[in-house]
């Protein structure tokens, strides 16, 4: 009797493990995290399988240079081929996306959804992970925390300027209040001999009018015409005292803001940052109050310059 029980409780056993291994049905894993950013600076990192790589913990363990993706990354059936691994997304819009991995024979489903904050400035980021039922005990039982760790990058990526543009950005307030500067407009080809020769002019002229120079000189380039540039160049000073007609200073708000690029690199180097700056603040929804300026704390560039430059971008805005 007690072995017939046995077996019977086996056989159960047995097909209830082939029913939960087989079984054309899904338990979903829900997470979901808060990401200090407006919804349309999210959602492209997961809608897009090309920056899957950017927070997805399996793909960060494999060689990019492996990766194959189709022709476009961003539609339904669009595919990433990533070792043993193959993303294929069914479904997507702006905010959400329905990824299957497949895995040998396993499928798993990824369904990513983003929802904004009523102010804009936040949004919430919800994954379900649908499994089999074996895959959902076995994940329940012994969680490996991949959609933690998936999402804290995701957080980690969009909320660090560095990882995400590229150079460390921030806000600060305005630092120089009062600037001694001279300006020139020349062809864009003697942009840096324009810069040597004002340097000079002010440091003269400053020398001249008995005026203390102990920072570090500052430039900004207006495109005028096609071949034309107007360059101001400048160096903060503590007080006005009287100057050449040549010169002039610049004021600017004790109160205002501004966003900094540090910048470590050759001077033809620099547009790179320019552009990673353009990007924040229209993705921070700023507002430029002037012209950005370039601040030399390694010294002003040389006609030929190819060294590493200490270079402080900055930018006012409001």
Same mark, same amino acid.
């Given at each position: ?28 894993? #829900? ?71 497949? /895995? ?75 600037? &001694? ?14 810069? #040597? ?6 440091? #003269?002229?400053?020398? /001249? ?5 102990? #920072? =570090? ?24 005292? =009287? ?6 200073? &610049? ?68």
């Amino acid at each position: 009797m007690r072995k017939k029980i046995f077996l019977t409780v086996m056989a159960l056993l047995i097909l209830c493990f082939f029913f939960l291994w087989w079984a054309p049905i899904n338990f979903g894993i #829900q997470k979901e995290i808060e990401i200090a950013s407006p919804i349309d600076h999210v959602t492209g990192q997961f809608t897009d399988l090309r920056n899957w790589r950017n927070w997805n913990t399996e793909l960060h363990t494999l060689d990019t240079a492996s990766f194959n993706y189709s022709r476009q990354s961003f539609q339904v059936n669009s595919i990433l081929q990533a070792g043993t691994h193959q993303f294929t997304i069914l479904k997507n819009s702006a905010a959400y996306v329905l990824v299957k991995e497949q /895995t040998g024979n396993t499928n798993e489903y990824h369904s990513i959804y983003a929802f904004s904050d009523s102010l804009g400035s936040f949004t919430r980021v919800i994954w379900i992970r649908a499994l089999s039922p074996f895959q959902w005990i076995k994940e329940t039982l012994f969680p490996r925390k991949e959609m933690d760790t998936g999402l804290a990058h995701l957080k980690n990526f969009i909320e660090d300027p560095n990882q995400y543009y590229g150079f460390p950005i921030v806000i600060s307030p305005i630092e120089d209040t009062l600037v &001694l500067t001279s300006t020139t407009r020349v062809l864009k080809k003697d942009q840096i001999r324009a810069i #040597q020769m004002l340097n000079q002019q002010i440091r #003269q002229n400053a020398a /001249t009018n008995h005026i203390v120079l102990d #920072q =570090p000189l500052m430039t900004s380039i207006n495109h005028i015409q096609k071949d034309s540039i107007q360059v101001t160049a400048g160096i903060p000073v503590s007080e006005v005292k =009287p100057i050449n007609k040549d010169l002039a200073y &610049l004021r600017m708000p004790k109160a205002g803001r501004m966003v900094i690029i540090n910048y470590v690199g050759s001077y033809s180097g620099l547009a790179a940052a320019y552009g990673a700056m353009d990007k924040y603040i229209a993705e921070k929804r700023l507002h430029r109050a002037a012209i950005a300026y370039e601040k030399f704390l390694s010294g002003p560039p040389t006609q030929a310059d190819n060294r590493q430059m200490t270079i402080k971008l900055c930018s006012p805005v409001f």
